[in-house]
């Protein structure tokens, strides 16, 4: 019988779909070189045909399969970060399909590190076009598990590489222009892309004011299906409070050690630091939006650069948000 990689890499080649792990999320991979294939991603994902999907390719070597004008920040940025949770967005060759770059002039690529999914993009050759593997919009998996309650049989294949040890999304990096521009904070720190470059990052958080289509900016995303609500704890125990007394049934998610104040109050505690919260967040967002509360009350995390990544995520996430 053969391995799951032989039988991934013949699915991929006949023009399927399979769900692949990397560090950051689990992805929807098919052929980035063969349109019908990257259409199924769109319609199995009920993803807009106009949202440009990541090329994964297995390392530097390959970027001028899939880019031209490819400015020296790129090669310093792939030389320091891949294999890894960094995306850049450059301009296309020309024989790359509408259907990966959203009908634009750019294509993102990166090289991610999962050694399941380096073996296989080493052996397929070509570059896989894999957005996260769950339903457009919805709360991106981190498990083999999470792939499958998504999609079901209608999937036929899913590599199982563990949990994702970054557990957000790849930072993407535009390298259009005269100057670099972070589009979304992920897995590789600003600070540490930066510190390569010798300059500082615009910061663009809406897909308007970046001038480019990319995964990741519109303004509701990665949200579960349940009512998401962020706030300062003390917020979030009166909000609980209310909405209790209401008829409703809550669970408060923090990151600080409230254990003690929350007696009686359904409530989990996510990881102090924010590598670890970065890792557990899709996977306790999942977890509780099954188990059939009204709302979830999600504790805010602390404004610093650290935190950046999980900033995006959970502001995009959110439903609302209670002011103070």
């Not at 769950?134 to 998504?150: C, I, K």
């Not at 259009?176 to 600070?191: Q, T």
Request: one cysteine or more; aromatic letters at 6%; a negative charge.
């Amino acid at each position: 019988m053969s391995s799951p990689i032989e039988q991934a890499l013949d699915l991929l080649r006949a023009g399927e779909l399979v769900g692949i792990p990397t560090e950051t999320v689990y992805g929807l991979a098919a052929d980035a070189a063969n349109p019908a294939a990257v259409a199924r991603i769109f319609a199995l994902k009920g993803r807009p045909a106009d949202h440009p999907v990541i090329i994964h390719i297995a390392g530097a070597a390959q970027l001028q399969d899939w880019a031209k004008d490819i400015p020296a920040a790129a090669w310093q940025l792939a030389e320091a970060f891949w294999p890894g949770p960094l995306t850049l967005i450059l301009p296309r060759q020309p024989h790359v399909p509408d259907a990966v770059t959203g009908g634009q002039d750019t294509v993102g690529l990166r090289a991610p590190s999962h050694p399941v999914t380096q073996e296989l993009l080493q052996r397929f050759g070509g570059g896989l076009a894999a957005p996260s593997a769950n339903q457009f919009g919805h709360v991106s998996p981190t498990t083999a598990q999470h792939v499958a309650d998504e999609f079901g049989a209608r999937l036929r294949l899913v590599l199982d590489g563990g949990p994702c040890l970054v557990g957000v999304e790849s930072t993407i990096v535009s390298l259009i222009g005269e100057r670099p521009k972070l589009l979304r904070p992920g897995g590789v720190p600003r600070e540490a892309i930066e510190a390569v470059l010798g300059q500082e990052l615009e910061h663009h958080t809406k897909a308007k004011s970046a001038g480019i289509r990319t995964s990741g900016l519109l303004d509701s995303h990665y949200a579960p299906r349940t009512r998401l609500i962020t706030g300062s704890f003390e917020q979030l125990l009166a909000e609980a409070a209310s909405r209790e007394q209401a008829g409703e049934k809550v669970v408060l998610l923090h990151h600080q050690n409230w254990s003690d104040a929350l007696p009686a109050q359904p409530h989990h505690q996510l990881p102090g630091d924010p590598v670890g919260y970065a890792r557990t967040l899709y996977a306790t967002l999942r977890e509780f939006d099954t188990q059939g509360f009204d709302t979830l009350l999600l504790e805010a995390t602390p404004a610093q650069a650290a935190w950046l990544a999980v900033q995006d995520r959970v502001s995009r996430a959110a439903h609302g948000r209670l002011e103070n």
